[in-house]
Nanobody
């Protein structure tokens, strides 16, 4: 499966963005999906994940209550709604797909999108 992340951009602190992860090839409903991010000079970190059906979600403590992951399997797309953005949310955001089960570890994912840059100004 090929993943295309989009929706990043420049936003002021307190603002919102919605990222999309669109899949081509095999249907995305066969995969659990995660979002990760990597800030300059830092390691890639887990943000959120969602099960194949969307019935189960999980969030990093740093984004819980502000970010919402969802999916529309009919559109082969997973979303990350980001509200109340903070400067520390600035990073390149990546979506990834796992054929087995999603985890919080990046090594558990089989396919990765190219990343989309989110910049939050103070």
């Amino acid at each position: 499966v090929q993943l295309q992340a989009s929706g990043g951009g420049l936003v002021q602190s307190g603002g919102s963005l919605r990222l999309s992860c669109a899949a081509s090839g095999p249907t995305l409903s066969n995969y659990a999906v995660g979002w990760f991010r990597q800030a300059p000079g830092k390691e890639r970190e887990f943000v959120a994940r969602i099960s194949r059906t969307g019935g189960s979600t999980d969030y990093a403590n740093s984004v819980k209550g502000r970010f919402t992951i969802s999916r529309d399997n009919a559109k082969n797309t997973v979303y990350l709604q980001m509200n109340s953005l903070k400067p520390e949310d600035t990073a390149v955001y990546y979506c990834a797909a796992s054929i087995i089960n999603s985890t919080r570890s990046a090594v558990g994912y089989d396919y990765w999108g190219q990343g989309t840059l989110v910049t939050v100004s103070s």
